[in-house]
Nanobody
Framework: QVQLVESGGGLVQAGESLRLSCAASGSTRSISAMGWYRQVPGKQRELVAVSSSGGSTNYAHSVKGRFTIARDNAKNKVYLQMNSLKPEDTAVYYC???????????WGQGTQVTVSS
């Protein structure tokens, strides 16, 4: 099994930047895709960005051009660079990893991102 720990959340003003980090440990060789999701109270968790094992990336329409996902496979880390943050980006951000042989992704504990206007 894999364990994920996020860091880097915080409170920023609109227009500022944050970088989230997610460190994976455990059975990291089984990891295929890694990604970031976010959730606000009362709403479903939504995909923000994902990086496949082959290096392709996909982004939610709302963050395209502002957020960048990057993986460092040597360090078993994935990052989310968030620029030009907006109040509507406020959410708890979760790191997720898909593993070969597992039907469900593994989740981190989440990190709060708050963007004030």
């Amino acid at each position: 099994q894999v364990q994920l720990v996020e860091s880097g959340g915080g409170l920023v003003q609109a227009g500022e930047s944050l970088r989230l980090s997610c460190a994976a440990s455990g059975s990291t060789r089984s990891i295929s895709a890694m990604g970031w999701y976010r959730q606000v109270p009362g709403k479903q968790r939504e995909l923000v960005a994902v990086s496949s094992s082959g290096g392709s990336t996909n982004y939610a329409h709302s963050v395209k051009g502002r957020f960048t996902i990057a993986r460092d496979n040597a360090k078993n880390k994935v990052y989310l660079q968030m620029n030009s943050l907006k109040p509507e980006d406020t959410a708890v951000y979760y790191c997720a990893a898909e593993q070969v042989g597992y039907s469900r992704p593994t989740w981190g504990q989440g990190t709060q991102v708050t963007v004030s206007s």
